[in-house]
Nanobody
Framework: QVQVVESGGGLVQAGGSLRLSCVAS????????LGWFRQAPGKEREFVTS???????DYADSVKGRFTISRDNAKNTAYLQMNSLKPEHTAVYYC??????????????????WGQGTQVTVSP
């Protein structure tokens, strides 16, 4: 089982930035598919972005141009850079990992390891 740990959440004013980190265990991190999801109170968990083992990225339309996903295989870490944040971005952000390629990176059940989540709160 891959252990996944997120960090970097917090309180930020609208227009500000945050960078989330996701550390995943294992010697084959470079082959993992990684995704970020978020869940706001009273809403379902939704896809934010993903990055494949080869570096291909995918973004939800709502975050294109604002959020950037990246990975550093030497550090077993993925990052989510979030710029120009809005109050509607407030949610718990989760990192997910899968040791094999993901057929559809936007579907949560396609990942087999999840972190505990990190809270992002954007004030008006």
């Amino acid at each position: 089982q891959v252990q996944v740990v997120e960090s970097g959440g917090g309180l930020v004013q609208a227009g500000g930035s945050l960078r989330l980190s996701c550390v995943a265990s294992g010697r084959t991190f470079s082959s993992y598919a990684l995704g970020w999801f978020r869940q706001a109170p009273g809403k379902e968990r939704e896809f934010v972005t993903s990055i494949s083992w080869s570096g291909n990225t995918d973004y939800a339309d709502s975050v294109k141009g604002r959020f950037t996903i990246s990975r550093d295989n030497a550090k077993n870490t993925a990052y989510l850079q979030m710029n120009s944040l809005k109050p509607e971005h407030t949610a718990v952000y989760y990192c997910a990992a899968r040791r094999l390629p993901v057929s559809d990176p936007r579907v949560p059940r396609n990942y087999d390891s999840w972190g505990q989540g990190t809270q992002v709160t954007v004030s008006p």
